[in-house]
Nanobody
Framework: QVQLVESGGDLVQPGGSLRLSCAASGSIESIYRMDWFRQAPGQQREFVARITSNGYTNYADSVKGRFTISRDNAKKTVYLQMNSLKPEDTAVYFC??????????????WGQGTQVTVSS
């Protein structure tokens, strides 16, 4: 009923920037919260950033001051602007969200991920 599609991942040099997008589709009436997570090879998936319905944002310590999460409600899309990228930011980035549909709420919907590689 709800699909999340991430895009924007790429190969970038250290110090570079990328903007990831997560587009939600389906009979969505409102978005309660959207998170970005990432998973590096051989590691557990970890929280990166959150934005809630009232605009509250929260970041992992490792990305504070470098990454910015934002949203476009009309497009049902959340963005992750990543600046000053480091090799340790290399990972598959996933979005995850909670949504209000017409007759029910759905929680913990995942996208398929987009690869970010930071390397010279």
């Amino acid at each position: 009923q709800v699909q999340l599609v991430e895009s924007g991942g790429d190969l970038v040099q250290p110090g570079g920037s990328l903007r990831l997008s997560c587009a939600a589709s389906g009979s969505i009436e409102s978005i309660y919260r959207m998170d970005w997570f990432r998973q590096a090879p051989g590691q557990q998936r970890e929280f990166v950033a959150r934005i809630t319905s009232n605009g509250y944002t929260n970041y992992a310590d490792s990305v504070k001051g470098r990454f910015t999460i934002s949203r476009d409600n009309a497009k049902k899309t959340v963005y992750l602007q990543m600046n000053s990228l480091k090799p340790e930011d290399t990972a598959v980035y996933f979005c995850n969200g909670d949504f209000q549909l017409q007759f029910e709420a759905v929680y913990g919907i995942w996208g398929q991920g987009t690869q970010v590689t930071v390397s010279s």
